[in-house]
């Protein structure tokens, strides 16, 4: 007869408590299910996935050696949470992530005590864990900060910063490199792990720690020679002297996939009286699954795919999306002008910049994830005479908001601010919204702020900026497709600060900032509908406003509405200030202004955040009868 399968060793598994239960020989059939139950999960929702992958058996060992949650645990950016979350009781709602009302893709303090610090944005990790071991230390309580961080996130200073000042924290913080890329240290294998192991034990510490005790007890000059020798030494079988000189002790590389080596390794780490400690591991992206292996990105963001072949799901064919607008836009403006020059940090298939980075590799610049310098390096060049633009997401390039005011605005430098992903975002949720940047830029002084309202006018802005040499100029513009209108063969040079009427009426004015256009325009038909005669104007310019055309507006309609991608503070801010100044309101004019509300919105399908946010068509013409209502003899009842 048969033998029965076993009970998935996964199924036993619903918190970390759990998990170390297990025999160390059990580890790896548990981090193979883990694996496998990752892919399926994302199989079926989409996010990222090659990331997580990596880090199966990284995730493993750590919760199998150290104390979560007591042990404060936090993961850099978060997007290689998934393996995680499936360990610490999230496992029956894995397949709700970066859906409406599920798990959020990165980590998140709400969802669980297993989640210490939320993160989607990068090289945060040491600060924070680093502030979780000395409040322990403060206090007196047991519980270490244990910062995973990758090799990618290395590349911004707040990094550095972190390390310089971890001294205080002593064994307390634990930091994990997580090398998946970069080759920044010797070939990972046996002989790495065993010395790994060696130099992580207890007694090499102990017997480190007497020595540095004697030296202090010899002479000058032989002291140094003793310390010298060490460095050497160390520094030629394993690396890390830069590490070192930042005050932690190096142990690595080992290989991040072999538990047998994580395990003893991270015990040592655990038990050391040593420290700060940083430990080396390398890993491969997409680990155990051949077409994420296979994948150039390795299968870092994914759509839902079929498990067995790869394939992922194709949205069916639409407009080009408006990042791609962007880069073929630029890509022609720099065939005509060799001072054009294209700066991201990080991000360059997913600015449009791929493209630029192809045409023009000798102008193109991938900063790393390294938003301040990005902008001030393209300040530098604008100071020289080049033209430069910086391609941002929104929400990232609030990471360089000092060097956006000091180094550009300040000086009235000509830098052109790309800023991708404005708005509402989807499945990445309130991280990654671009929620703000209408608000902190157009706020400065010497400031050009678009708003494109489809892909033609994102075509018209990007030729203006490229031709604008007064000062910084910045064009925003959402993720995903464009709307669908032809795109201009020769691009229009846009006068600075005004806008354009796009459907004439009466009663009502619809003023809309970017690309809620659509919505505005289906407002006024509803309008219509109902008696109302709707204008609607596409302003093209948070800053400088078009006084004429919004005063024009404001004094021969009944009602007026804005609208914007964009929280208080923006555009409809700067209309009321202009209307206030002006004296417009005095007479009785029903002004109102639609914004995001004053909330993180999590994430869900971005229609659905739009109307949620009331910035929608059904939003624009309830907005529109309740003002008229509130008129005293309006023409709403009338007409109702």
């Not at 139950?37 to 997580?52: F, K, N, P, Q």
């Not at 005050?247 to 080596?261: A, M, R, S, T």
């Not at 994102?458 to 925003?476: E, W």
Request: glycine fraction near 10%; hydrophobic fraction near 40%.
């Amino acid at each position: 007869m048969a033998d029965l399968p076993s009970t998935p060793l996964l199924d036993t598994v619903s918190t970390p408590d759990d998990l170390r239960k297990l025999r160390p020989d059990q580890l790896r059939q548990l981090a193979d299910e883990l694996r496998t139950e990752t892919i399926s999960a994302v199989g079926t929702t989409g996010g990222h996935l090659g990331s997580g992958l990596g880090v199966v058996e990284l995730t493993t060992a750590i919760h199998y050696v150290f104390d979560t949650p007591r042990d404060r645990l936090v993961w850099d950016v978060g997007h290689q949470c998934y393996p995680h979350k499936i360990l610490t009781g999230r496992r029956d709602r894995i397949r709700t992530l970066r859906q409406g009302g599920g798990l959020s893709g990165f980590t998140k303090r709400s969802e669980s005590e297993y989640d210490p610090f939320g993160a989607a944005h990068s090289s945060t990790s040491i600060s924070a864990a680093l502030g979780f071991a000395i409040a322990n230390k403060i206090a007196g309580t047991p519980g270490k900060g244990i910062a995973v961080i990758g090799d990618g996130a290395m590349s911004a200073g707040m990094a550095y910063e972190a390390m310089n000042n971890a001294a205080q924290a002593g064994n307390r913080l634990v930091v994990i490199l997580n090398d998946n890329d970069m080759s920044i240290a010797p070939p990972v294998g046996g002989l790495s792990a065993y010395l790994s192991r060696i130099v992580s034990s207890r007694e090499f510490l102990g017997f480190r720690d007497l020595a540095r005790k004697l030296a202090k007890r010899l002479p000058k000059p032989i002291a140094s020679g003793m310390r010298k020798t060490d460095e050497f030494a160390r520094g030629m079988t394993m690396g890390g002297t830069l590490f070192e000189e930042l005050g932690f002790y190096y142990v690595g590389p080992i290989d991040g996939h072999n538990l047998e080596h994580l395990i003893p390794v991270l015990e040592n780490v655990r038990d050391a009286e040593e420290g700060p400690i940083l430990v080396h591991v390398v890993t491969k992206k997409g680990k155990g699954y051949g077409p994420a292996e296979a994948a150039a990105d390795k299968y870092h963001g994914v759509q839902k795919f079929d498990v067995i072949s790869g394939v992922q799901t194709k949205a069916p064919p639409g407009p080009p999306q408006y990042q791609n607008v962007f880069g073929a836009q630029l890509v022609a403006e720099a065939a005509k002008d060799p001072r054009i020059c294209a700066i991201t940090a990080a991000m360059p298939s997913g600015t449009g910049l791929d493209a630029f980075a192809k045409a023009y590799p000798d102008r193109f610049f991938d900063v790393g994830i390294a938003e301040q310098h990005g902008v001030t390096f393209a300040a530098g060049l604008a100071a020289q005479g080049m033209r430069p633009f910086c391609a941002i997401y929104s929400t990232f390039l609030q990471r360089a908001y000092d060097q956006v005011v000091h180094d550009v605005a300040i000086q009235n430098l000509p830098v052109r601010f790309a800023i991708d992903r404005a708005g509402l975002v989807g499945a990445d949720g309130a991280t990654h919204a671009g929620s703000f940047d209408v608000t902190y830029l157009a706020t400065l002084p010497n400031f050009v702020v678009m708003a494109a309202a489809d892909e033609a006018e994102l075509v018209h802005m990007t030729h203006t900026a490229a031709q604008y040499d007064t000062g910084p100029i910045a064009v925003r513009y959402p993720r995903g497709n464009g709307t669908g209108v032809a795109l201009p063969e020769t691009p229009q040079l846009l006068e600075i600060g005004k806008g354009r009427v796009v459907r004439e009426g009466k009663t009502v004015a619809i003023l809309s900032l970017g690309t809620r256009l659509e919505e505005a325009l289906k407002a006024a038909e509803v309008l219509e509908a109902k008696g109302l005669s709707t204008t609607v104007a596409d302003l093209r310019f948070a800053k400088p406003l078009d006084v004429d055309l919004i005063r024009k507006l404001l004094t021969t309609h009944e009602v007026a509405v804005t609208i914007e991608e964009n929280s208080v503070g923006g555009f409809g801010a700067h209309v009321l200030t202009m209307a206030s100044d002006e004296g417009l309101i005095d007479g009785g004019l029903k002004l109102r202004t639609l914004r995001l509300p004053d909330v993180y919105q999590d994430q869900d399908k971005p229609e659905v955040q739009y109307a949620e946010a009331g910035l929608d068509a059904t939003a624009l013409v309830d907005t529109v009868l309740k003002a008229l209502r509130h008129n005293s003899g309006g023409v709403a009842e009338a007409r109702a």
